[in-house]
């Protein structure tokens, strides 16, 4: 299993990534919370009540394949959308190059630890 904390260079937020089998993320989530479901999911974008971290959650049950690639960045445009909207920016034509820059710039940091 992998835990790995994900620079947040513009809205200094802490972001985590996960990646493991289903058996190591439910023991993990479990510890978290101890209502944490991976219900055989391929990935999840987690936040836990009363903590400030954002976890981006991924399965190694597809392998280092495009689907999990693409799993990958599912769960980034959550953690996008969570953290601009919670910071005030709604999505619109003249806010969308900040949703794009961030979403590209925590994919290419995460998408080192799976490849």
């Not at 190591?24 to 400030?52: L, M, T």
């Not at 971290?53 to 959550?78: C, D, F, R």
Request: some cysteine.
């Amino acid at each position: 299993m992998k835990i790995r904390r994900i620079p947040d260079h513009a809205y200094f937020r802490d972001v985590v990534l996960v990646i493991g089998s289903d058996k190591e993320i439910q023991r993990w989530g479990r510890k978290k919370h101890p209502d944490f479901e991976w219900n055989n999911a391929s990935g999840k974008y987690v936040r836990f009540p009363g903590r400030e971290l954002h976890y981006i959650v991924v399965s190694t049950k597809h392998g280092k394949s495009p689907w999990q690639t693409a799993v990958l960045g599912h769960e980034i445009l959550h953690l996008t959308f969570a953290i601009l909207q919670g910071s005030g920016l709604e999505l619109s034509d003249a806010s969308e190059e900040a949703f794009t820059y961030y979403f590209q710039g925590m994919f290419a940091r995460c998408l080192k630890h799976i490849c």
